[in-house]
């Protein structure tokens, strides 16, 4: 640094030359000494007054926490990773009995905020302390009770006003539809309503406790609907349940919403997904906005800004109907 400011000084003499005479200056050996004193004094000066160099702190990292490794939660951080520009650390849950092996590990770690996908990984994040969480792909995330002031979350569902007014685009008479879920899902239902009051439908929910009592609410639900709107909502529905309801509104002709494509080959007549990309933008525009508090600001859970929408073409045609302009894309031949 000091040969830098005597550089520096030597460029400003040539630039700015003194007016005298070289030669009535010039100094003997001990004469040249002092001089040299003087200047090395000046340049110790000079840097005193000049603020030191400021240290630039490293970005917080992230952490991300799986419940397992089914697509659903591999896709979300894979698009997390793709997205975050700092260091992600990653913690996967497998093995139950190493849980608090990880918690431990992610507890003493550095970054600040964790993203917990699924709700094993969410319930493990609830332990810790002194950390913000992110939670997604958590459906009944009021049932775990999860949401608190450094915990809150982003939609695992579709938009649903999106769904609705595709649903009444295909098919404009759709006026009566049947949703059947478990109990505390006050934010879902709240949503729900409000796209089918939007979409000028009446929503008839019915809440139940276990996979049987679903299936025999449909079918008390059934003949005063006109179609069913499928939520995935694994406490109260199973494979073997889901098919007996895709059956069923097959034989009865009902219309069924359902919230993937692979259910449209069970008869299924308009499905609603996500995108990974939608959720990791999501939960990384929550990260940032955590980063910069002292808990995580904003609503308990956000919604997700796109779905990818497909239309069954055979049930449609099964049921007389034709696909407006509006949905043409949409389409999907199981």
Known sequence: MQDVRIRFITRLSARNQLPWNRGLFSFSGRQSLWAACLLMAFCAVLAGCLPPPQATAPAPGLTVLLSGSSPAFAGVQREIGKKFPQRVDTYTLDDESLYPAVQKKIQASDPPVVVAIGLPAA????????KKVIFCQVFNYEDAELVTPWMKGVSATAPIREQFRAWKALYPK??????????????????????????????????VRSDKETLYAYKQLSPKIQGLWLV??????????????????VKEGKQVAVFGRELLGLGGLISAETSYADIAEQVLARVRRAQEASGVPGAPVIPLTRTVIKINTV????????????????????
């Open 123 to 130: 319930r493990l994040a609830q332990g810790l302390s002194g």
């Open 174 to 207: 759709l006026t009566r539809v049947g949703v059947i879920t478990g109990t505390n899902l006050q934010g879902l239902m709240e949503e729900a309503r409000a796209a089918a009051k939007e979409n000028q439908i009446m929503l008839d929910h019915v809440e």
């Open 232 to 249: 995935p909502d694994n406490r109260v529905l199973s494979q073997d349940v889901i098919r007996d309801i895709m059956a069923h509104s």
């Open 315 to 334: 049930m449609a045609k099964r049921l007389n109907m034709t696909l407006p302009a509006s949905l043409r894309g949409m389409d999907y031949a199981p």
